[in-house]
């Protein structure tokens, strides 16, 4: 279904006590609006524990096995007994520092959907392919490896992100038409591999040094449908801003 949304991303930031400050402040700004939180697993439990409906609470990754021998990581059932509604998939920074691929996030998008989580699927160009003039193909290819053996039904019940590599933790944001080009274009591909009918209702959130002072502007886009926030996330007061501008 298409939703206009913000979810922040808090990444490998806060302890638990600045976990629940934050927590505490945006319930205070907040009117009638809602956003979605992705926060460090170690914190989902206790943030579980004072939103309310108007805070939905993410997890920044999955693992792509169900469940078994394998140190370290977080499975799908384990988010989904949680509670956990949303899961950033394929993250930039996953791909960059965890050698995570495309294969990758195809089987964790498939393992979210299997319990019921929305997964997020990220997307995005890194400078040099920007500067080429090549970054639509790759987008392109990235949609299609993350989505592929997703029947309709499931396609339904995925967010992406276009998150250009360029514009995360940098300052420096996709302008309103860059976002749009590309979000357009992200739409026109699941027209092409589903239907028209899919494409319209596909939430596209755009990420990448999205701030108070620039989240207006891309959200007037008609193909974007609101925003992944990183740094700002982090300050309640500036998360606040972004959502109230949608
Ligand atoms: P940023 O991060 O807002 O700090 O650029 C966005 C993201 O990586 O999701």
């Given at each position: 279904m298409r939703r206009q949304l913000v979810i922040g991303n808090w990444k490998m930031n806060t302890s638990i006590d600045e976990a629940i400050n934050l927590i505490v402040d945006l319930k205070e700004g907040l009117n009638d609006e809602s956003t979605v939180v992705c926060v460090p697993y170690t914190h989902i439990g206790v943030v579980q524990e004072i939103v309310d409906d108007r805070i939905a609470v993410g997890a920044q990754n999955l693992c792509?096995?169900?469940?078994?021998?394998?140190?370290g990581e977080i499975s799908s059932t384990m988010l989904q007994s949680l509670g956990v509604e949303f899961v950033i998939v394929g993250h930039s920074e996953r791909r960059a520092y965890?050698?995570?691929t495309d294969s990758m996030v195809n089987t964790k998008v498939q393992q979210a959907l299997k319990k019921d989580i929305i997964p997020v699927i990220c997307c995005g160009e890194q400078l040099e392919t920007r500067k080429e003039g090549s970054f639509l193909p790759f987008i392109e290819n990235q949609i299609r490896e993350a989505l592929k053996n997703l029947s309709k039904a499931m396609v339904a019940n995925c967010v992406i992100a276009y998150e250009p590599v360029w514009a995360i933790g940098t300052g420096e944001t996709a302008s309103a038409e860059q976002a749009q080009e590309v979000h357009r274009f992200i739409r026109g591909i699941i027209e092409n591999l589903y239907d028209k009918s899919t494409a319209d209702h596909m939430t596209i959130v755009y990420g990448g040094s999205v701030k108070a002072e620039n989240a207006a502007d891309l959200f007037k886009?008609?193909?974007?449908?609101?925003a992944l926030v990183g740094g700002a996330s982090l300050k309640a007061n500036d998360f606040l801003s972004i959502i109230k501008a949608l």
């Open positions: 792509q096995f169900d469940n078994g021998a394998y140190t965890f050698g995570e886009e008609e193909d974007v449908d609101g």
